[in-house]
């Protein structure tokens, strides 16, 4: 769902396909070839089937772009926002050979070409057959410098899909008791994430006692007991194709002291990180704010993974805030911060907000508290 002021033409402009031409040609590339998923969607708002079939956007660096498409799915594709952005659209049929039908159309003597991040190797070699004398690099090099700098709909969508994940973060307690298992838990939460407004639920983790020390844990029949600590992630996609991502740490009953002591220092450097956030300041420079104050404390070795990672179309893409990045940070790019600290064995905290970065800073996009919620145990 959109709101009134966020249509489809909002969140998916006309003019990006021209401003991924633009920058094909300013990379000194011939044509980008964009596949489904994200990239597609980002184009042009065509949520297309990732099918055997060939379904390819071009977009030529001289040239009209076009999108090739499997016959029997050209209606659903006019049918799409793509279908309203003047570009040609091409049905092949079963008895044609749609890689030869994109060589014909790329420009004359291409030589260089970028395929999607994300497109299945069978067609990167397909299209290495067709087109052998053209040298092939990702387009996710030109594509990433769009999509990092959210508009002011695409911030709109984050927001709402950041309200519906909190939502869900708000009712924890309903689910989250001793006698339970994490599975039990995470399919009702599953559910409250479509409940809440989301299209799909992409992710649960609900990890307690020394299933919290793995930041990825996967659920699984372990029975919640009185004094565990439970990090509980979760995530999903809404309507509008955008992401919601954000960790809270929880304790039924009262958890060991150690672990308040723990999650003291946790919830100071997630919150120096997110009250940091501006522009200019590089994605290292953030990741160390909240690494020094953990290290300070004793648990650096704990802290295993980056800060945080971009989010819009996919829960994980650039910007990531993590050591090593000199990439300054700019109005538009959101990104979770989301210290950790695990000891193996024994349990683990996580915080984790969705942030965007504004003119004056940083907006949260999560406004749920961060305080350690203590569940009846």
Same mark, same amino acid.
Do not use: N
């Given at each position: 769902m959109t709101d009134s002021?966020?249509?489809?033409?909002?969140?998916?402009?006309?003019?990006?396909?021209?401003? @991924?031409?633009?920058?094909? !040609?300013? =990379?000194?590339? *011939?044509?980008?070839?964009?596949?489904? %998923?994200?990239? +597609?969607?980002?184009?042009?708002?065509?949520?297309?089937?990732?099918?055997?079939?060939?379904t390819c956007l071009v977009c030529p660096a001289d040239g009209d772009p076009v999108l090739v498409v499997?016959?029997?799915?050209?209606?659903?594709?006019?049918?799409?926002?793509?279908?309203?952005?003047?570009?040609?659209?091409?049905?092949?049929?079963?008895t044609e050979d749609p890689y030869a039908l994109v060589a014909d159309r790329l420009p004359v003597g291409s030589k260089r070409i970028a395929v999607d991040n994300h497109m299945w190797a069978e067609k990167v070699l397909a299209f290495r057959a067709a087109l052998p004398h053209a040298e092939q690099g990702l387009a996710g090099d030109v594509l990433r410098?769009?999509?990092?700098?959210?508009?002011?709909?695409?911030? @709109?969508?984050?927001?709402? !899909?950041? =309200?519906?994940? *909190?939502?869900?973060?708000?009712?924890? %307690?309903?689910? +989250?008791?001793?006698?339970?298992?994490?599975?039990?838990?995470?399919?009702?939460?599953?559910?409250?994430?479509?409940?809440?407004?989301?299209?799909?639920?992409?992710?649960?983790?609900?990890?307690?006692?020394?299933?919290?020390?793995?930041?990825?844990?996967?659920?699984?029949d372990r029975v919640i007991r009185t004094g565990d600590p439970v990090v509980v992630d979760i995530g999903g996609t809404t309507a509008d194709g955008y992401c919601s991502?954000?960790?809270?740490?929880?304790?039924?009953?009262?958890?060991?002291?150690?672990?308040?002591?723990?999650?003291?220092?946790?919830?100071?450097?997630?919150?120096?990180?997110?009250?940091?956030?501006?522009p200019r300041l590089t994605a290292q420079e953030l990741d160390a704010i909240g690494r020094d104050i953990i290290e300070a404390a004793g648990y650096g070795e704990h802290f295993v993974h980056r800060t945080g990672h971009g989010i819009g179309l996919e829960t994980h893409e650039e910007p990531y805030i993590v050591a090593g990045s000199e990439r300054p940070l700019e109005p538009g790019m959101a990104f979770s911060i989301e210290p950790g600290i695990y000891l193996p064995g024994r349990f683990g905290a996580r915080i984790e907000d969705i942030v965007v970065v504004t003119e004056p800073g940083g907006e949260r996009l999560n406004v749920t508290g961060r305080d350690l919620v203590v569940l009846p145990g």
């Open positions: 002021h966020d249509s489809a033409a909002d969140l998916y402009p006309a003019d990006r396909i021209a401003k @991924a031409c633009e920058a094909a !040609a300013d =990379a000194g590339l *011939d044509a980008l070839l964009v596949s489904p %998923g994200a990239d +597609l969607r980002y184009l042009t708002g065509y949520q297309a089937l990732p099918l055997e079939r060939l499997p016959a029997l799915e050209k209606a659903a594709a006019e049918a799409s926002p793509v279908g309203g952005l003047g570009i040609e659209i091409i049905g092949w049929a079963e410098e769009l999509r990092m700098r959210k508009s002011p709909a695409e911030v @709109a969508a984050l927001r709402r !899909a950041g =309200a519906a994940i *909190d939502r869900v973060h708000r009712r924890i %307690g309903e689910w +989250l008791v001793p006698g339970r298992t994490e599975r039990e838990v995470a399919r009702d939460i599953a559910e409250a994430i479509i409940e809440a407004g989301h299209a799909t639920c992409d992710f649960v983790i609900v990890a307690a006692g020394p299933d919290g020390a793995s930041p990825h844990h996967e659920v699984s991502d954000s960790t809270r740490t929880y304790a039924v009953g009262e958890p060991h002291p150690e672990f308040r002591e723990l999650y003291a220092v946790l919830q100071r450097a997630q919150q120096a990180q997110t009250e940091a956030v501006r």
